[in-house]
């Protein structure tokens, strides 16, 4: 069966927008004809075939020579400047320093800002293994066995199932490949660090009756140490963002050489003083002159409480440390991860007969991932004025960084695996039918350095009452000089073997078939039915190291667990009904419906429709729009998740809302009186775990599209689409929800899952799980725009640009009446935009792109907002104008030129950041978390063949 594509048709599936393009030009003779023709159209989000290649919701192709041309390393590399690809993407060209422990390599996208596990990944139109958190790991394919990725923007739950809600990637193989295609690539950055070397293949050789297409790609990545970059500088105050935000202090009062504290309140006077000496360096802390004092006082009013005074008193005091022996602990990290990846895919078929074909896919691949943050502190650790090597004669806390032997540093393993076995056929001359059977693993293991018992560490400085021989504990000295201390510790203070191993596998059998039913006066009716059966199966194994010490280095106890397996039976129908063809103001008009019925084991059924129209008024103009529900079923992680405690300095209780100012108001915090005090490190924490009650979230897409091609502006396509999504009983981890809907209701709400102290009120302990408490509705447009100049005598020029705007984005809560804006905090940006222009001449190809991202907010300020009066529409914009904590806009840079030498391959050279430009960062902990990447000017050159 052959179909003709129209100009109009093929903008459906826009190229990547900053891309060379170089394919774009590569056949001249291409540019000469009206119509294209295709042995057989695909179009992601509808299993029917149909003559005209369209689709309800926007879609983006990016093709194999898009992602070799382009010089980036991974197709997360180039998802992250699409303009669609809003949220944290994770990728090599992302920070990962922040916390070691999550950085196990894995690469995944999320699309309009929804979440990871919102966005459905498909190889060949089969669910690849999510993992046990509903993400993807899509650097597992090798690239050059991509034909294309199709990137749907819009709910196809009725089509695909569960977690389409945001949308759906389908990464299409090669097949029907003959020779042999070679692809290599080196890349440096400007300071002659972080390398990147990739190498791939591709061999395929078809018969009279079969065929094969095998693929490999091995990469490794490097990185660099951030005290090898000047503007990861101690001092970043100078940086104000809207006059407000200050620029952190990448100094931490925790250093190697150590600071010992104590205070002092006068609750009559209302006076408190807070000291901080610091053990000079090179000395062994054995006299007083050994340390320097740092000291600051702060007097309040009458009723003031000594904790409020020492915390004003301490920040003063830290302050003055910090300028005078702050240590910068970016020195010690890595930036991001170093990485050796290996994959291999072979895709085959066998013509049994000239109706029956067979397939066969499989994919493996190896990675082993390595990351380094600066070593885990000891904070707050208390040694007592009977420690026998204490000078002061009276009770210190101590904080260092214990540095050589408390390295936090990981190293994971991971293997996915997917089989895919299918046969398809003709059942009659106008239905055609298939089968899968597919079988997808994902596993990984991480290895966590040795770290330091705490509570031995602990009873070693606390004297002898606390250390005790019996306890095998030995008393320490923790004034030495760095070395000596690292040196005298035991060996039994010393934890090894600590790991995480986690393993999500999904088998999937499907039947299908699809076909032509009646004739009716505008075209056929076409129908595709079906059915499919799924298991899923995770597991989260841990070490049982953790949950017999508090160990340093935020590690939290965690149990293992192994969830049932979970069992999916689906059911779906999808009919395409042409209204009109070839009418006064409708070339065509087509009604499209589907339903899919979904009943799993353990969260109940769901049904979901849509119902998408196709209207073309004029030659020049397609009209679409759509209307679909989804769902997501909770992953099984979110239902059997361990338990897991976390008991570290990193975590406070501040979200305690009778901690905070302006909610004394709130009646639970009232029968306290109003505020209380925060618990202390350590002396707190908090449980996290799974809920087998959860239900599977909902959703409402709308779309209205537009696609103008003009034949008076011959090379001019523009396509507008609005879109609206809300969703119902989103799952939430409950942390701040659940504690002030607790203090509103005066412990009413959540009284079972939260521990005080009955004297102090103070927050002790809390259980954090996840319920179906959240709503969130977003709404936004994307605008592109693709112009080819005629060409001209010195080549052919292209202007290609992108808008993602979201207009709308909120969050709803148990018990809340106002909706939280969302959209412009963390990642979640209100405005993502590309922009290239593009040239080829002869055997010569270039462009020149840029990918902009809008600012983003982190947090708001503790007030009071009257908004009667504001119209619901600016209501978060106005909430947006007391944010806190922004983080700058940014753009991303990319220059390419190739050269096409025939017989001896192309060569590509692409430079990103061009012009050398400094991140922006956000905060102390995390650094840098978007563009221009800190590496610098980073030069790639690349090599492809085919033969």
Same mark, same amino acid.
């Given at each position: 069966?052959?179909?003709?594509?129209?100009?109009?048709?093929?903008?459906?599936?826009?190229?990547?927008?900053?891309?060379?393009?170089?394919?774009?030009?590569?056949?001249?003779?291409?540019?000469?004809?009206?119509?294209?023709?295709?042995?057989?159209?695909?179009?992601?989000?509808?299993?029917?075939?149909?003559?005209?290649?369209?689709?309800?919701?926007?879609?983006?192709?990016?093709?194999?020579?898009?992602?070799?041309?382009?010089?980036?390393?991974?197709?997360?590399?180039?998802?992250?400047?699409?303009?669609?690809?809003?949220?944290?993407?994770?990728?090599?060209?992302?920070?990962?320093?922040?916390?070691?422990?999550?950085?196990?390599?894995?690469?995944?996208?999320?699309?309009?800002?929804?979440?990871?596990?919102?966005?459905?990944?498909?190889?060949?139109?089969?669910?690849?293994?999510? #993992?046990?958190?509903?993400?993807?790991?899509?650097?597992?394919?090798? $690239?050059?066995?991509?034909?294309?990725?199709?990137?749907?923007?819009?709910?196809?739950?009725?089509?695909? =199932?569960?977690?389409?809600?945001?949308?759906?990637?389908?990464?299409?193989?090669?097949?029907?490949?003959?020779?042999?295609?070679?692809?290599? &690539?080196?890349?440096?950055?400007?300071?002659?660090?972080?390398?990147?070397?990739?190498?791939?293949?591709?061999?395929?050789? &078809?018969?009279?009756?079969?065929?094969?297409?095998?693929?490999?790609?091995?990469?490794? *990545?490097? $990185?660099?140490?951030?005290?090898?970059?000047?503007?990861?500088?101690?001092?970043?105050?100078?940086?104000?963002?809207?006059?407000?935000? +200050?620029?952190?202090?990448?100094?931490?009062?925790?250093?190697?050489?150590?600071?010992?504290?104590?205070?002092?309140?006068?609750? #009559?006077?209302?006076?408190?003083?807070?000291?901080?000496?610091?053990?000079?360096?090179?000395?062994? =802390?054995?006299?007083?002159?050994?340390?320097?004092?740092?000291?600051? $006082?702060?007097?309040?009013?009458?009723?003031?409480?000594?904790?409020?005074?020492?915390?004003?008193?301490?920040?003063?005091?830290?302050?003055?440390?910090?300028?005078?022996? @702050?240590?910068?602990?970016?020195?010690?990290?890595?930036?991001?991860?170093?990485?050796?990846?290996?994959?291999?895919?072979?895709?085959?078929?066998?013509?049994?007969?000239?109706?029956? %074909?067979?397939?066969?896919?499989?994919?493996?691949?190896?990675?082993?991932?390595?990351?380094?943050?600066?070593?885990?502190?000891? &904070?707050?650790?208390?040694?007592?004025?009977?420690?026998?090597?204490?000078?002061?004669?009276?009770?210190?806390?101590?904080?260092?960084?214990?540095?050589?032997?408390?390295?936090?540093?990981?190293?994971?393993?991971?293997?996915?695996?997917?089989?895919?076995?299918?046969?398809?056929?003709?059942?009659? %001359?106008?239905?055609?039918? &298939?089968?899968?059977?597919?079988?997808?693993?994902?596993?990984?293991?991480?290895?966590?350095?040795?770290?330091?018992?705490?509570?031995?560490?602990?009873?070693?400085? @606390?004297?002898?009452?606390?250390?005790?021989?019996?306890?095998?504990?030995? %008393?320490?000295?923790?004034?030495?000089?760095?070395? #000596?201390?690292?040196?005298?510790?035991?060996?039994?203070?010393?934890?090894?073997?600590?790991?995480?191993?986690?393993?999500?596998?999904?088998?999937?059998?499907?039947?299908?078939?699809?076909?032509?039913?009646?004739?009716?006066?505008?075209?056929?009716?076409? /129908?595709?039915?079906?059915?499919?059966?799924?298991? +899923?199966?995770?597991?989260?194994?841990?070490?049982?190291?953790?949950?017999?010490?508090?160990?340093?280095?935020?590690? @939290?106890?965690?149990?293992?667990?192994?969830?049932?397996?979970?069992?999916?039976?689906?059911?779906?129908?999808?009919?395409?009904?042409?209204?009109?063809?070839?009418?006064?103001?409708?070339?065509?008009?087509?009604?499209?419906?589907?339903?899919?019925?979904?009943?799993?084991?353990?969260?109940?059924?769901?049904?979901?429709?849509?119902?998408?129209?196709?209207?073309?008024?004029?030659?020049?103009?397609?009209?679409?729009?759509?209307?679909?529900?989804?769902?997501?079923?909770?992953?099984?992680?979110?239902?059997?998740?361990?338990?897991?405690?976390?008991?570290?300095?990193?975590?406070?209780?501040?979200?305690?809302?009778?901690?905070?100012?302006?909610?004394?108001?709130?009646?639970?915090?009232?029968?306290?009186?109003?505020?209380?005090?925060?618990?202390?490190?350590?002396?707190?924490?908090?449980?996290?775990?799974?809920?087998?009650?959860?239900?599977?979230?909902?959703?409402?897409?709308?779309?209205?599209?537009?696609?103008?091609?003009?034949?008076? *502006?011959?090379?001019?396509?523009?396509?507008?689409?609005?879109?609206?999504?809300?969703?119902?009983?989103?799952?939430?981890?409950?942390?701040?929800?659940?504690?002030?809907?607790?203090?509103?209701?005066?412990?009413?709400?959540?009284?079972?899952?939260?521990?005080?102290?009955?004297?102090?009120?103070?927050?002790?302990?809390?259980?954090?799980?996840?319920?179906?408490?959240?709503?969130?509705?977003?709404? =936004?447009?994307?605008?592109?725009?693709?112009?080819?100049?005629?060409?001209?005598?010195?080549?052919?020029?292209?202007?290609?640009?992108?808008?993602?705007?979201?207009?709308?984005?909120?969050?709803?809560?148990?018990?809340?009446?106002?909706?939280?804006?969302?959209?412009?905090?963390?990642?979640?940006?209100?405005?993502?935009?590309?922009?290239?222009?593009?040239?080829?001449?002869?055997?010569?190809?270039?462009?020149?792109? /840029?990918?902009?991202?809008?600012?983003?907010?982190?947090?708001?300020?503790?007030?009071?907002?009257?908004?009667? #009066?504001?119209?619901?529409?600016?209501?978060?914009?106005?909430?947006?104008?007391?944010?806190?904590?922004?983080?700058?806009?940014?753009?991303?840079?990319?220059?390419?030129?190739?050269?096409?030498?025939?017989?001896?391959?192309?060569?590509?050279?692409?430079?990103?950041?061009?012009?050398?430009?400094?991140?922006?960062?956000?905060?102390?902990?995390?650094?840098?978390?978007?563009?221009?990447?800190?590496?610098?000017?980073?030069?790639?050159?690349?090599?492809?063949?085919?033969?």
């Amino acid at each position: 069966m052959r179909f003709k594509l129209s100009p109009i048709q093929s903008a459906l599936s826009a190229s990547l927008f900053f891309m060379p393009l170089a394919n774009t030009y590569a056949n001249d003779d291409t540019d000469k004809k009206d119509v294209k023709e295709v042995e057989r159209i695909a179009v992601t989000g509808s299993r029917l075939s149909r003559p005209e290649l369209t689709s309800s919701l926007p879609i983006t192709s990016v093709s194999s020579e898009d992602i070799a041309l382009s010089g980036l390393s991974s197709i997360t590399d180039i998802f992250t400047r699409l303009p669609a690809m809003n949220g944290h993407q994770v990728s090599i060209d992302e920070n990962f320093g922040a916390d070691a422990r999550n950085n196990d390599g894995r690469q995944k996208v999320q699309l309009r800002g929804l979440g990871y596990a919102r966005t459905l990944n498909l190889l060949d139109g089969v669910r690849m293994a999510a #993992d046990t958190d509903g993400s993807v790991d899509v650097s597992v394919i090798p $690239t050059t066995m991509l034909q294309r990725v199709d990137i749907k923007k819009g709910s196809a739950s009725a089509i695909y =199932g569960s977690d389409a809600i945001a949308g759906v990637i389908n990464y299409q193989l090669l097949k029907d490949f003959d020779g042999i295609k070679v692809n290599a &690539s080196t890349g440096i950055s400007e300071y002659n660090d972080a390398p990147t070397h990739t190498f791939s293949f591709v061999g395929g050789k &078809s018969f009279n009756n079969s065929g094969f297409t095998i693929g490999a790609e091995a990469k490794k *990545i490097g $990185t660099f140490n951030r005290g090898n970059r000047s503007f990861y500088d101690p001092d970043r105050r100078d940086q104000k963002m809207r006059g407000g935000f +200050e620029g952190t202090n990448w100094n931490s009062i925790y250093s190697p050489d150590g600071n010992f504290t104590y205070a002092e309140c006068d609750q #009559d006077t209302a006076t408190a003083t807070y000291h901080m000496l610091h053990r000079n360096n090179g000395t062994q =802390g054995s006299s007083l002159s050994d340390f320097s004092p740092f000291s600051a $006082t702060y007097t309040g009013k009458a009723g003031d409480k000594c904790w409020q005074l020492e915390d004003l008193a301490q920040a003063e005091a830290e302050k003055q440390y910090k300028e005078a022996h @702050g240590y910068n602990f970016q020195s010690e990290t890595l930036d991001a991860s170093k990485r050796t990846e290996f994959s291999i895919l072979l895709n085959s078929y066998y013509n049994f007969s000239d109706s029956l %074909e067979g397939t066969f896919q499989l994919l493996y691949a190896n990675k082993e991932n390595y990351a380094q943050e600066a070593a885990a502190v000891v &904070s707050n650790l208390f040694v007592s004025a009977d420690n026998k090597y204490n000078p002061f004669g009276r009770d210190v806390r101590m904080n260092r960084r214990l540095t050589d032997i408390n390295k936090r540093n990981t190293t994971t393993n991971m293997t996915p695996l997917h089989v895919r076995f299918g046969l398809n056929g003709e059942l009659s %001359e106008s239905w055609t039918w &298939s089968t899968d059977l597919v079988h997808s693993s994902y596993k990984a293991k991480t290895d966590y350095p040795t770290a330091l018992n705490r509570t031995l560490l602990q009873n070693s400085f @606390g004297g002898p009452e606390a250390c005790l021989a019996a306890d095998n504990c030995t %008393e320490l000295n923790p004034f030495l000089d760095i070395e #000596d201390l690292n040196s005298q510790l035991p060996e039994n203070i010393m934890i090894d073997g600590i790991w995480t191993e986690h393993e999500a596998i999904t088998n999937t059998f499907n039947l299908s078939a699809v076909g032509e039913v009646y004739e009716l006066p505008a075209g056929t009716i076409q /129908v595709a039915i079906g059915a499919e059966y799924r298991t +899923e199966e995770a597991s989260n194994e841990f070490d049982k190291v953790r949950g017999q010490y508090k160990l340093v280095g935020n590690l @939290g106890q965690e149990d293992s667990n192994l969830p049932p397996k979970r069992k999916i039976k689906e059911a779906y129908f999808e009919a395409s009904f042409p209204i009109l063809n070839d009418a006064f103001l409708a070339e065509y008009l087509t009604l499209d419906v589907a339903m899919r019925y979904s009943s799993y084991s353990d969260s109940g059924s769901s049904s979901t429709p849509s119902f998408n129209v196709y209207w073309k008024p004029v030659e020049e103009l397609l009209v679409r729009a759509n209307y679909s529900e989804g769902f997501r079923a909770p992953t099984l992680f979110d239902l059997y998740r361990g338990r897991e405690v976390f008991t570290d300095r990193w975590y406070s209780n501040s979200s305690d809302p009778c901690s905070k100012n302006g909610w004394e108001d709130l009646p639970l915090c009232q029968s306290f009186g109003g505020k209380v005090a925060e618990a202390a490190p350590y002396e707190w924490g908090f449980e996290m775990g799974g809920n087998e009650n959860l239900n599977p979230e909902t959703s409402t897409s709308r779309n209205l599209g537009f696609v103008w091609t003009p034949d008076y *502006i011959a090379g001019l396509t523009a396509t507008l689409d609005f879109w609206k999504v809300d969703i119902e009983n989103a799952p939430e981890r409950l942390t701040r929800v659940m504690l002030r809907e607790n203090a509103r209701t005066n412990g009413e709400l959540f009284g079972d899952l939260i521990q005080r102290n009955p004297e102090t009120h103070v927050l002790e302990y809390y259980k954090s799980i996840i319920i179906n408490i959240g709503k969130t509705r977003t709404q =936004g447009y994307d605008l592109d725009l693709d112009y080819a100049f005629p060409e001209t005598s010195i080549g052919k020029f292209r202007v290609t640009y992108s808008l993602a705007e979201i207009t709308l984005g909120e969050d709803q809560y148990l018990g809340d009446e106002e909706w939280t804006p969302s959209i412009g905090r963390y990642n979640n940006l209100e405005t993502k935009q590309s922009f290239g222009i593009h040239w080829k001449k002869d055997k010569w190809t270039s462009s020149f792109t /840029v990918a902009y991202g809008s600012e983003a907010f982190n947090s708001y300020d503790d007030i009071e907002l009257d908004l009667t #009066d504001v119209p619901e529409k600016d209501k978060y914009r106005v909430e947006r104008e007391y944010a806190q904590d922004w983080s700058p806009s940014y753009d991303l840079k990319t220059f390419n030129v190739g050269y096409d030498l025939d017989e001896y391959g192309r060569f590509n050279l692409t430079i990103q950041n061009p012009f050398g430009e400094t991140p922006p960062f956000l905060d102390v902990a995390r650094g840098y978390d978007r563009g221009p990447n800190p590496r610098g000017r980073y030069y790639t050159l690349s090599w492809f063949k085919e033969f």
